[in-house]
């Protein structure tokens, strides 16, 4: 009831994209957790070509991140969202038809490219939306994508017994819906026309030194998160020999986000201290994490007892992540220009997404290297001083002032920033955000919401 109440308190768009992205987790879960077993049993193709098809995927959605960005900041957020689920629509109905290797690379690139474009999109969206409640709409928004999570594997597995093509085009219908209901419900609004280039505003964003600095220091954040998938199933598995237990984690860290994200985001809101303290401690509870499956990691023999220490790991990882991740997604926009806040996601997400990446292999490198000469704490005493040193850093930032503690409220436009910039320079992106905030009108220069 908490949670539905605090949906209704906010307008109708954000709401819409709220349901938008309970859809998208639901039908990107219905289809690509399937996806490999698809290609190898059903199409015979070799491991080289899986990892092929599947890297691109995550290839041209993480490189495209900036781009999508940009094109939310100078077409519109409403539209960059509208045509990304469309050609998600799009690359969904490919993998339902294609069986030749040129259309499953054109589906993966599509799916990928349109991930880049909604992503940032939706965030900037909420962001300028949400005004001052911007961390409860993340926290939302966080219980919305996890349910999605959550909802779209039972479903696949449920319309796998149909086949793949029935699985990949109900996957396909849910972004058709999506894409039709962003179009019809999400306001238009004008799209004001900006100044300068596109390669200026990545100049603008990649020179704000304070923005750099904290998304460099969160790249544990992504490290460790990467690790739901990674190195805390191996250890649920190590630990039980029993496939199942990382069904048992994943259900347990969803049961999690959807009873405490929302009051946790609202407990640490109103006492304050400053946003940069509670990522700092959101990271460093994540690195807790992995100190209680590291007291079992290498014990010998397997047993169902030992899933409790994964367990309780895999529960603080997400406590950490539900901490933090909120008040993430708030600070970002409020580092520079409200005309630039798809931009800076953009080019966040992308720094996260090559942390992640690095993350992956160094963890995975780190557990080879425990298998063949031990010890088998080693890849989770590395994820420990990963997220501790990112605390550190993020801790180190919030009492230097360099993050915008304050949230950033916005208005809603009425007239398009006619602005003449030989006039009215831009902000300096290195000046202190807190007191630019009441300069700069994050929704000013508003897309076609």
């Known amino acids: 009831m908490r949670t539905l109440a605090a949906v209704r308190g906010f307008p109708p768009a954000v709401r819409l994209l709220l349901i938008n992205q309970l859809g998208v987790n639901t039908g990107f879960y219905v289809l690509i957790p399937y996806l490999a077993t698809h290609l190898t049993d059903d199409l015979g193709m070799s491991a080289a070509l899986v990892g092929l098809v599947l890297g691109l995927r995550n290839l041209s959605q993480q490189g495209m991140f900036l781009i999508g960005g940009s094109a939310a900041d100078r077409l519109g957020a409403r539209g960059v969202i509208i045509a990304g689920c469309g ?9 339902a038809f294609g069986d030749a290797l040129p259309v499953l690379i054109a589906a993966s690139v599509l799916s990928g490219l349109a991930g880049a474009l909604f992503n940032p999109a939706v965030r900037t969206y909420v962001a300028q939306e949400s005004g001052d409640r911007k961390a409860e709409a993340f926290a939302l928004f966080n219980v919305f994508a996890t349910a999605g999570a959550l909802l779209g594997p039972l479903l696949g597995s449920l319309l796998l017994f149909g086949g793949f093509r029935v699985a990949a085009l109900t996957a396909a219908g849910v972004f058709a819906v999506l894409t039709v209901a962003q179009a019809v419900v999400l306001p238009a609004r004008a799209v004001p026309r900006p100044a300068g280039s596109v390669l200026g505003d990545w100049r603008e964003v990649a ?64 006492r304050g201290g400053g946003r940069g303290r509670w990522i700092a401690a959101g990271l460093a509870v994540s690195a807790l994490g992995f100190v209680p499956p590291m007291l079992v990691a290498g014990a010998a023999g397997e047993h169902p007892g030992r899933l409790l220490p994964v367990l309780a790991g895999a529960l603080l990882l997400h406590l950490g992540l539900m901490t933090a991740g909120p008040f993430v997604m708030e600070l970002i926009p409020a580092f520079g220009r409200g005309e ?3 931009t800076f996601y953009g080019l966040f997400y992308a720094v996260s997404g090559v942390a992640a990446a690095g993350a992956g292999a160094g963890v995975g490198w780190a557990m080879d290297t425990a298998t063949r000469t031990g010890p088998a704490w080693f890849p989770y005493a590395c994820c420990t001083g990963l997220g ?8 180190r930032l919030h009492r230097r002032r360099f993050l915008p503690d304050a949230p950033v409220t916005a208005e809603a436009p009425t007239v398009p920033d006619t602005r003449d910039p030989d006039r009215d320079p831009d902000p300096d992106p290195c000046a202190d955000a807190a007191s630019a905030a009441p300069n700069r009108d994050p929704r000013s220069l508003s897309e076609t919401r």
């Open 207 to 270: 020179g704000n030194r304070r923005f750099v600095a904290f998304a460099l220091a969160m790249v544990g954040m992504y490290g460790m998160e990467s690790q739901l998938y990674l190195l805390l199933p191996h250890a649920a598995r190590q630990a039980t020999g029993w496939a199942g237990a990382v069904g048992l984690l994943f259900a347990a860290g969803t049961l999690a986000n959807l009873l405490f994200q929302l009051r946790l985001t609202h407990r640490l809101s109103a």
């Open 340 to 342: 630039l806040t798809g």
């Open 87 to 95: 050609l998600r629509t799009l690359g969904f109905a490919l993998f």
């Open 388 to 395: 501790f040193v990112s605390a550190a850093a993020v801790a």
